[in-house]
C-alpha cells in the first residue's frame, strides 16, 4: 500500500484510544511547538554555502557508529552546532516528543513541575517536554559543548518568548563521568546521547541520571540495531535498580524483541526550506527512527503495543504484531471480532492497542491464525 505523504508533522499516533488519555499538552500542542521551532532556526542559522558539506561530514560520523575519538564530541564548534541544528534538531524534536507523549500516556496523573536534559544540545528535548508538559517551572540543560549551549540559547531566544526555555539554566558538564553532579528533577530526558559514550561511561550516565530522577526518565536513542541495543542495557540496568518501566513496553518483563529484529517507531515530520538545503534532500518530509524507554519511580500505566512495524492490511482483517507482558503475539482482528476490529484497523506502528484489542489479545491465540495472501 503507498504510503501517505503529510502535510503537517505527526510526532504521534491518530488513534483515538490512545488520544482519550492525551495530557493536557498533546500532538496538537506538539505540531504548534514544531512550528515554533522552525522558525526560530529560521532565524537563527544561516544557510552558508557550506552548510551541506557541514551536514554531511555530520550524518557521516554518526553513522559510522563509533563513539568520537577525540575529547569533544562530533559536534565542537560554531559550525558544526549549526550543521546540527538545521539537520538534526527537528528531527531530535520529533523522535523525543513522541516518546515523551507515550510517557505521558503511561502516567497521566503526572506533572513534572522540573526538568533535567542532559546532552542537551541546542534544547530539542526540551522544546518537546515544554509543549507536552507546559506546567514545567525550572528547567536545566547540559551539555559538553559550549557552541551547542551558545547557539541553543539563540535559538531559545528567537523562538521562545515563555515557557521553560526562557529562563533555563543552560550549563556546560558531562554527565558520563565520574563525580559527575546534576541537579535533581521531576522529569530527566537523555536524547540521543548513548551513542557518542563508551560502555563504561554509557552505564555510569544511566546510574547518574536515575540517581537524579524524582519521577520519570525518559532516554531515547536511533532506532537502529546498535540504538536499541544502547536502549536494551539501559532498560536492564534501570530495571536492576529499581525503576518501573512504563513505556514503551508493558512492563518489568524481559523484552521479547531480539536479533536480527530490534524494537524501533518511526517520528513523521515535514522539512522546512532550511533544513531541505541542509541536507539537500528534495522530499519535503522525513520518518527519524527512534528507540526509547521511560522508566518510572511510579508504576504506569503499561499497554500493549504494536510493534516491528506497520500492521498488515488484508481484506476484511489486519495482522498485528504486539508487544505483551506474556511476550510477543501476532494475532489477526477481522470484521466478526466487532470492537477489537474497529479499534485494530486504525492502529498505527507504536500505538498503544487500548482495550478491546486487549481482550482479544488475551485469549490468544484464539485469535485468528495468520495466512499469507
Not at 513541575?113 to 508538559?133: C, F, K, P, V
Not at 531566544?157 to 526562557?166: K, V
Not at 563525580?179 to 522529569?187: C, E, H, I, S, W
Not at 540504538?227 to 539501559?234: D, E, K, P, Q, S
Request: one cysteine or more.
Amino acid at each position: 500500500m503507498a504510503e501517505r505523504q503529510p502535510s503537517k508533522l505527526h510526532v504521534a499516533s491518530s488513534n483515538l484510544v490512545s488520544r482519550s488519555i492525551d495530557p493536557a499538552g498533546g500532538p496538537d500542542a506538539l505540531r504548534l511547538a514544531a512550528l515554533r521551532l522552525r522558525t526560530a532556526l529560521d532565524r537563527t542559522i544561516r544557510p552558508t554555502p557550506g552548510l551541506a558539506d557541514d551536514v554531511e561530514a555530520l550524518s557521516a560520523a554518526y553513522r559510522a557508529g563509533t563513539p568520537p575519538t577525540l575529547a569533544h564530541g562530533f559536534v565542537h564548534d560554531e559550525r558544526t552546532a549549526a550543521a546540527y541544528a538545521a539537520a538534526r534538531m527537528p528531527a531530535t524534536f520529533a523522535a523525543v516528543g513522541r516518546a515523551l507523549l507515550e510517557g505521558a500516556r503511561a502516567m497521566p496523573g503526572e506533572a513534572p513541575r522540573s526538568l533535567l536534559d542532559i546532552g542537551a544540545g541546542t534544547g530539542a528535548a526540551t522544546w518537546a517536554a515544554g509543549a507536552i508538559w507546559p506546567g514545567l517551572e525550572t528547567v536545566t540543560l547540559v551539555d559538553r559543548e559550549p557552541a551547542m549551549l551558545l547557539l541553543g540559547r539563540r535559538i531559545a531566544a528567537a523562538g521562545a518568548a515563555e515557557g521553560p526555555l526562557a529562563s533555563a539554566d543552560w550549563r556546560l558538564g558531562t554527565a558520563g563521568t565520574a563525580g559527575a553532579d546534576l541537579p535533581g528533577a521531576d522529569l530527566v530526558v537523555a536524547g540521543y546521547v548513548l551513542g557518542e559514550l563508551d560502555d563504561s561511561s554509557r552505564s555510569r550516565l544511566v546510574e547518574t541520571a536515575w540517581a537524579a530522577t524524582r519521577g520519570a526518565l525518559v532516554i531515547v536513542e536511533p532506532g537502529s540495531p546498535a540504538g536499541f541495543a544502547r536502549i536494551l542495557a539501559a532498560r536492564e540496568g534501570l530495571i536492576a535498580a529499581g525503576a518501573a518501566i512504563v513505556a514503551p513496553c508493558p512492563g518489568n518483563v524481559p523484552c521479547p524483541v531480539r536479533g536480527p529484529a530490534w524494537c524501533h517507531f518511526l517520528a513523521r515530520l515535514d522539512r522546512s526550506p532550511l533544513q531541505r538545503r541542509a541536507k539537500g534532500a528534495e522530499r519535503s518530509w522525513e520518518d527519524e527512527p527512534f528507540s526509547y524507554v521511560v522508566a518510572s519511580r511510579a508504576p504506569g500505566r503499561p499497554a500493549p503495543r504494536v510493534v516491528l512495524g506497520r500492521p498488515r492490511h488484508r481484506p476484511g482483517r489486519v495482522v498485528l504484531r504486539v508487544c505483551t507482558a506474556d511476550g510477543l503475539a501476532e494475532p489477526t482482528i477481522s470484521r466478526r471480532h466487532g470492537a477489537a476490529w474497529q479499534v485494530a484497523r486504525d492502529l498505527e506502528w507504536g500505538d498503544r492497542v487500548g482495550s478491546a484489542v486487549a481482550n482479544r489479545l488475551a485469549a490468544f491465540p484464539g485469535v485468528d491464525t495468520p495466512a499469507e495472501t
